[in-house]
């Protein structure tokens, strides 16, 4: 299973970047699917993350601003970003949920794309 994450950039305050995560190889389903990020010098934060359904979840930091979203049909997961800061600035990582064996499911991580803040 890989997942390939793309979408990081330079971008000014306020600014907006749109994320994109595609899982691809062998495997069954793929349950929650989510975004995390790590800050210059600091530990990976969960960001969002969604399940099959629809329900979402977002921190705090990033409630009203961020929106993800998800294509089941190509097991792809989003995340647009708006009203971007300097706060947002990091390396972003997606991960999900995969089945692989129909017995559990095992969480996998992709490359992390960079996203820059900055004017």
């Known amino acids: 299973v890989q997942l390939q994450a793309s979408g990081g950039g330079l971008v000014q305050p306020g600014g907006s970047l749109q994320l994109s995560c595609g899982a691809s190889?062998?495997?069954?389903?793929?349950?929650?699917m989510g975004w995390y990020r790590q800050p210059p010098g600091k530990q990976r934060e969960m960001v969002a993350t969604?399940?099959?359904?629809?329900?979402?979840w977002y921190s705090d930091s990033v409630k009203g601003r961020f929106t993800i979203s998800r294509d089941n049909a190509k097991n792809m997961v989003y995340l647009e970003m708006d009203s971007l800061k300097p706060g947002d600035t990091g390396t972003y990582y997606c991960?999900?949920?995969?089945?692989?064996?129909?017995?559990?499911?095992?969480?996998?991580w992709g490359q992390g794309t960079q996203v820059t803040v900055s004017s």
């Open positions: 991960n999900a949920d995969v089945d692989t064996d129909g017995y559990r499911f095992d969480v996998y």
């Open positions: 190889g062998r495997f069954n389903s793929v349950n929650v």
């Open positions: 969604i399940t099959t359904g629809g329900l979402t």
